[in-house]
């Protein structure tokens, strides 16, 4: 053991000064004091790798002949993340059965002309190890793929033919609206209502148009789609113009040359359609309020239920998230103010980096022990956007509740402290970078802002506008902001909810409090 012991140190000798300087001091001789910054006697000058420039971050981007764009991210890695974007989602039903959106999600990578069904998709993915994933929005379709890089040529091919060739047979149709009753009926029944809240807060906001069409298949409908409508759809939305192949961990040529062997010349199965009808309306913001009278008190059941709670949300309009000189002076300056707001549920954990020293910590959970939740939201589209504010209580003190949010609401417009201002800057910053770290997001984020601007900004451009970002920045939005009508949304026992009006009247206010109500009886 000591034999080994010894030649282990005569080796890490040789390995920090180097063979010719082992010898020399071997001997007995003393060793130097060397400094760690310097160079080491004996050992050669390192050579590092290193970046060859900015092109290794740029996102390259390529445009086909027939309108349809690549974007890539190079990223190093045995796997890669690839999908196709459509410019399609719930907004674009108006003149359709709403819930074509959440039919087609369901129905992704189900049999199309080259498989013969979802397994077979499935069983071709796992012999490059990947996975596939199909989701929807109010505006964007997003079908999905990770499978290692060296598949990448099987992995385009199928998603041309998930999205361009899918069989749609009457007994998957079936299935679907099974599942669509399924996920309705959960929506309605889970513990957690932010979900049924946000659908609620769009519809309240912009009634009857766009982003507020509902985005989950409402249940009247889910008979009236079949084949013929959901092609219809498709005919008009699903054109190359309106999509992004995007990639990320590959290549930009080997992706430009596998989309112009599946996507240049491919065949959709509904046939090409001379003219598309596409709806391009504008998000008109209404403001306005929608309730549903619930009772909550056995929404979990158990040896330690969830107490009879009502939620509130109440949102005002923002701004787009085009990030183009005439809107990136708002969007970047209500993304901070949405992080100062922050928030959670009354039992989050605490810690760094948590949000413990929000505005709606501080100022609501800290301080009123009754209530049990207040998050803040900010919801965002390429033509309007809603900045909202979620909270729970008991259902006798939902007034007060109210109050203290509408108070909230007014206090944004006062001057953001420096260190509360920078704490929110460098918590955004983190999690932007953070998010970023994921392949998958990068993906989504890559695939977004191409469809929606043609070009991506990176994340060390999105970090310098949020850093340039003042507190006068914030009161300018915020005042802005507080023109806008409210939208409300409110879910539960609504005995003690104030009137819209009233909810109106304090969010106009210059303290944010609620008009005083005198009751002979109570």
């Not at 992706?255 to 598309?276: E, I, Q």
Request: with cysteine.
């Amino acid at each position: 053991m000591a034999t080994h012991m010894s030649r282990y140190r005569s080796w890490s000798r040789v390995q920090r000064f180097g063979i010719a300087a082992y010898r020399k001091y071997s001997s007995g001789g003393r060793y130097p004091n060397i400094s760690l910054s310097a160079p080491l006697p004996g050992i050669p000058k390192p050579v590092f790798a290193s970046v060859d420039g900015q092109e290794k971050y740029e996102t390259k981007i390529t445009t086909l002949e027939n309108g349809l764009k690549v974007a890539s991210q190079n990223k190093f890695g045995q796997f890669c993340t690839v999908g196709i974007l459509v410019n399609s989602g719930s907004r674009h039903e108006a003149k359709y059965p709403s819930g074509i959106a959440h039919f087609i999600e369901k129905l992704a990578f189900s049999s199309t002309a080259q498989y013969g069904s979802k397994d077979e998709i499935l069983l071709t993915l796992e012999q490059h190890g990947g996975i596939c994933d199909c989701q929807t929005s109010r505006d964007t379709t997003m079908y999905a793929v990770s499978a290692e890089v060296k598949g990448l040529d099987t992995v385009v091919s199928l998603l041309s033919d998930a999205v361009l060739q899918p069989r749609l047979l009457d007994d998957e149709i079936e299935m679907t609206r099974m599942a669509v009753r399924f996920e309705l009926e959960d929506l309605n029944m889970r513990p957690d209502p932010e979900p049924l809240l946000t659908e609620m807060i769009h519809a309240a906001a912009y009634r009857g148009n766009t982003v507020g069409l509902p985005r989950f298949c409402p249940v009247g409908n889910v008979d009236e789609i079949d084949k013929k409508v959901l092609h219809s759809y498709l005919r008009n939305y699903y054109c190359p113009e309106r999509m992004v192949l995007a990639g990320v961990g590959i290549e930009h040529e080997q992706l430009v040359k596998c989309a112009r062997k599946y996507l240049l010349d491919a065949k959709p199965v509904w046939g090409a359609s001379a003219v598309a009808n596409v709806d391009l309306s504008v998000a008109q913001y209404t403001g306005g309020i929608v309730k549903i009278e619930k009772d909550m008190s056995d929404v979990s059941l158990g040896p330690t239920p969830i107490p009879e709670l009502t939620h509130i949300m109440i949102g005002l309009e923002s701004c787009s998230f085009l990030l183009f000189p005439s809107q990136e002076e708002d969007f970047i300056p209500f993304a901070v103010l949405n992080m100062m707001m922050g928030g959670g549920g009354s039992f989050s954990a605490g810690g760094p980096g948590k949000g413990m020293f929000t505005r709606l910590y501080l100022n609501v959970l800290n301080r009123h022990h009754w209530m049990y939740n207040a998050t803040s939201y900010h919801h965002s589209y390429e033509d309007s956007g809603l900045l909202c504010i979620h909270a729970s209580a008991d259902p006798r003190q939902v007034r007060e509740m109210v109050e203290i949010i509408t108070r909230e609401f007014i206090q944004m417009a006062s001057n953001a402290g420096e260190m509360e201002l920078e704490r929110a800057k460098t918590q955004l910053k983190s999690m932007l970078m953070m998010n970023l770290e994921s392949r998958p997001v990068i993906f989504e984020d890559v695939g977004r802002q191409v469809l929606s601007t043609g070009k991506r900004k990176l994340p060390h451009e999105l970090c310098d506008l949020i850093s340039n970002v003042t507190a006068s920045d914030i009161k300018r939005v915020t005042t802005k902001m507080l023109r806008s009508k409210p939208a409300v949304a409110a879910l539960g026992d609504l005995t003690e909810l104030p009137s819209y009006e009233h909810i109106q009247a304090a969010l106009s206010s210059k303290d944010g409090r609620l008009p005083r109500m005198y009751r002979l009886f109570r």
